[in-house]
């Protein structure tokens, strides 16, 4: 049961966040004012069709870090093409010796995730891949509005880069696809529109809350008494009835699947119009000053530490990872004062032999990530780490 005096929000909440006036002819950040761009309804769908377009077959290889999500994953084994896996290091850069081995047979692209928004060594990555006429593919699902320490906006070195929107700002869905290679943008198809369903639980994720954002106490009561009962109906009687999606194939986890109906959908309109107002400017300053103060005030302990000890110029950080020895113990306790952290990537795609990977199976063991967003208050992360802090002394 969580606490009904203090709530912090994994995701951003759309009120706490303000919304710039659009004005005609006022620049757009990257990657939305570039030239060669589509949208498409989640990340996995825009790898997808990146894929597509750089023109990348069946049964050609493609490095891939063994530190990963999954759902960047189910996309690449639908495409047919052979993954091998490489190490990463402790600040999580891609470690260029084991690059330089597997290169030892031809490959065809080189993908790179910069994770929690914190930039990759792209340049000496683009070099790498250029010089073995490789593709490089940034994931850059956690970097939005991110830039490296010289300033260059990631995303936008590497032949291919996608975005996840939902994860830093407010709105129902929606990824972008960047494709930066002559002549592939030309081979993107259209999408059509997801529909409502998805907006729908959107809006009651976002009304729980901020009602418990603003009242935390009843907040929680409807939350858990009213909203996610009527949800529970909606989607019964409704939405399964409607649906067409199968169940996830093999051992595959539903939730960093590919489903094939997705393939084809764009992001929705209703999002697009959300993103078009977002202040990014303010996005960054306060999920900034949010990191810093969590890094700043949190006291390291041998059962918990930061993951990333530093927040370098330019970042936008996605969330406050940490390292504990008893990940289901903080998120539990976390969970029960009304902080939703989670257990960070805990599921394995089947496709990835992390047994083989014993740091990168470490990580998705004993990481967990907080909130640091932009709908957080100070006041609030000051709980968070006053909370963390009590929790580390007792474990």
């Not at 059509?192 to 809006?203: E, M």
């Not at 590919?258 to 999002?271: D, V």
């Not at 949010?290 to 700043?296: E, G, Q």
Request: hydrophobic share 40%; glycine share 8%.
């Amino acid at each position: 049961m969580m606490s009904g005096s203090f709530f912090c929000p994994y995701s951003p909440v759309l009120t706490r966040t303000p919304l710039s006036v659009a004005a005609k002819g006022k620049s757009k950040p990257f990657p939305l004012g570039a030239d060669t761009i589509s949208f498409w309804y989640r990340g996995r769908v825009a790898i997808w069709q990146g894929i597509k377009a750089l023109g990348i077959k069946a049964g050609e290889r493609i490095l891939v870090p063994a530190y990963a999500c999954g759902s960047e994953i189910d996309p690449l084994v639908r495409a047919g093409l052979d993954l091998v896996f490489y190490k990463v290091n402790a600040d999580l850069s891609a470690d260029m010796e084991d690059l330089e081995r597997l290169c030892e047979r031809p490959c065809r692209a080189l993908f790179v995730t910069h994770y929690f928004g914190f930039a990759q060594p792209t340049r000496e990555l683009l070099a790498f891949a250029t010089s073995r006429q490789m593709f490089l593919v940034e994931d850059t699902t956690h970097g939005l509005y991110s830039r490296d320490e010289q300033g260059t906006p990631l995303g936008s070195l590497g032949h291919m880069s996608v975005f996840s929107f939902k994860k830093t700002v407010a709105v129902p869905d929606g990824a972008l696809l960047f494709i930066n290679a002559p002549g592939a943008a030309a081979c993107l198809p259209r999408g059509h529109n997801p529909g409502v369903y998805s907006l729908l639980g959107w809006l009651r994720t976002t009304f729980e809350s901020e009602l418990r954002l603003r009242h935390p106490a009843l907040g929680a009561w409807i939350s858990e008494n009213v909203t996610r009962a009527v949800a529970r109906r909606f989607k019964h009687h409704v939405v399964r009835p409607l649906s067409k999606a199968p169940a996830a194939s093999g051992a595959v986890p539903g939730s960093m699947s590919l489903a094939p109906e997705w393939t084809g959908r764009s992001m929705s309109r209703s999002a697009r119009m959300l993103l078009a107002r977002v202040d990014d400017r303010y996005v960054v300053e306060r999920r900034r000053h949010n990191f810093r103060v969590f890094l700043d005030g949190l006291t390291a302990s041998r059962d918990m530490r930061p993951l990333l000890k530093s927040l370098p110029d330019g970042c936008c950080p996605l969330l406050f990872p940490l390292w504990t020895s008893d990940p289901k113990g903080l998120v539990a306790y976390l969970r029960r004062h009304g902080i939703i952290g989670s257990r960070y990537w805990v599921q394995n795609h089947p496709a990835v032999p992390l047994s083989a990977f014993p740091f990168e199976r470490d990580l998705k063991r004993q990481v967990i990530a907080v909130p640091i967003h932009q709908g957080l208050r100070e006041a609030q992360v000051h709980k968070m780490i006053e909370l963390v802090d009590a929790w580390s002394r007792c474990a």
